[in-house]
């Protein structure tokens, strides 16, 4: 447990409870919660990353949604993120990974099929990305032709992102939702 103590409504200084209020209601929260509520302790920094974070998370401009989702998950996993997977993993099934997708992920294996040819790139991506920290030129070519150019930065860009939420999990271990598992290695 983290001795940094998460910011609430009750502690919150104006400018904290101003982004939150932008933060929270994107994400339809009415309460201060996971690893944002610890990010507010800086709350100028919170205001750029909620602002990064709803241009990703939504797919930005160049990388359709379905994509950002499964690098999310993917991403949360590989960090044993439990509160950013309770969340994002439900995102998966409701964008159409399908739940055998998702506990693929939770249970560390690749899936045995793809039910979009861009998932298996995007897949193959993110796991060299996050294991192997190094993308092979033929795996960046069937992502560039998958994604464009574009759709790769922000791909890059999401796992980013999401390894800085996945840090502030690990780091700050926020309070879980009711009836959430923890993650396992």
Not at 82 to 97: E, P, T
Request: glycine share 8%; hydrophobic share 45%.
């Amino acid at each position: 447990m983290s001795i940094l103590t998460p910011v609430t409504a009750e502690t919150a200084t104006p400018e904290q409870a101003k982004i939150a209020e932008v933060l929270y209601g994107a994400r339809g929260s009415a309460g201060y919660s996971g690893p944002y509520a610890y990010f507010l302790n800086d709350a100028k920094l919170t205001g750029l990353a909620n602002a990064l974070g709803d241009y990703l998370r939504v797919g930005g401009d160049s990388l359709h949604r379905r994509y950002a989702t499964l690098a999310i998950a993917m991403t949360v996993r590989h960090w044993n993120a439990s509160y950013a997977w309770s969340v994002h993993s439900a995102n998966a099934v409701k964008f159409g990974l399908g739940q055998p997708f998702v506990d693929g992920l939770l249970n560390r294996k690749r899936p045995a099929s793809f039910t979009e040819p861009k998932d298996e790139v995007v897949y193959d991506y993110v796991s060299h990305l996050l294991s192997a920290k190094a993308i092979p030129v033929d795996l960046e070519r069937r992502a560039i032709d998958a994604l464009g150019k574009a759709g790769v930065v922000d791909l890059v860009a999401v796992v980013g992102f999401y390894t800085m939420i996945g840090l502030g999990c690990l780091a700050f271990d926020p309070q879980l939702p009711p009836n959430t598992p923890r993650l396992s290695e």
